[in-house]
T-cell receptor, first 115, second 112 residues
Framework: GAGVSQTPSNKVTEKGKYVELRCDPISGHTALYWYRQSLGQGPEFLIYFQGTGAADDSGLPNDRFFAVRPEGSVSTLKIQRTERGDSAVYLC?????????????FGSGTRLTVV | GENVEQHPSTLSVQEGDSAVIKCTYSDSASNYFPWYKQELGKGPQLIIDIRSNVGEKKDQRIAVTLNKTAKHFSLHITETQPEDSAVYFCAAKNSGYSTLTFGKGTMLLVSP
């Protein structure tokens, strides 16, 4: 597609529920990143995929967070037993490759609200 | 790991004035420094970037400077316009890592 697409744009869920956030990267981009942005803060790294594999998941805050990219394109971020502190905008970005210094292209994000 | 500090947190200027946003980084191995503009309800958009082998880069009204010795870099916007109003983020990346570390952002408000 023309850009990085994230769905849904907004998600409200009850504490304790499970949520899935989807990211469609730019076609042909092999690198995919998930970031989390809290109000008034810069994006914070969660996980990075190169192709189908999670090359770096050091930013995931705990084992309630998990992400997959089974075919090397679309990625899903999964959050179990959601907590109010998980409320944030979840941003996805993609780039052609991570082997050279390149800027990412970000999607518009999914605003997650846990009530 | 890398730590990026960004100042100021808010900046108000009159249309036509210049705006400068400054960032410092901690990891001397960082070699890539992009700047992003984020408008309300949208994701960050890359506006300019600089690599450690150059000291300055310019693109129309926007310029970025890098001082590797002092480990700081700055964004300069000249002849500001109301549509420049947004949150601006600096970031840094070490070639040994795949991810960007962002500053906390600067809210720029350009008044007509």
């Amino acid at each position: 597609g023309a850009g990085v697409s994230q769905t849904p744009s907004n998600k409200v869920t009850e504490k304790g529920k499970y949520v899935e956030l989807r990211c469609d990267p730019i076609s042909g981009h092999t690198a995919l990143y998930w970031y989390r942005q809290s109000l008034g803060q810069g994006p914070e790294f969660l996980i990075y995929f190169q192709g189908t594999g999670a090359a770096d998941d050091s930013g995931l805050p705990n084992d309630r967070f998990f992400a997959v990219r089974p075919e090397g394109s679309v990625s899903t971020l999964k959050i179990q037993r959601t907590e109010r502190g998980d409320s944030a905008v979840y941003l996805c970005a993609s780039s052609l490759t991570s082997s050279r210094e390149r800027g990412y292209t970000f999607g518009s994000g999914t605003r997650l609200t846990v009530v | 790991g890398e730590n990026v500090e960004q100042h100021p947190s808010t900046l108000s200027v009159q249309e036509g004035d210049s705006a400068v946003i400054k960032c410092t980084y901690s990891d001397s191995a960082s070699n890539y420094f992009p700047w992003y503009k984020q408008e309300l309800g949208k994701g960050p958009q890359l506006i300019i970037d600089i690599r450690s082998n150059v000291g300055e880069k310019k693109d129309q009204r926007i310029a970025v400077t890098l001082n590797k010795t002092a480990k700081h870099f700055s964004l300069h916007i000249t002849e500001t316009q109301p549509e420049d109003s947004a949150v601006y983020f600096c970031a840094a990346k070490n070639s040994g890592y795949s991810t960007l570390t962002f500053g906390k952002g600067t809210m720029l408000l350009v008044s007509p």
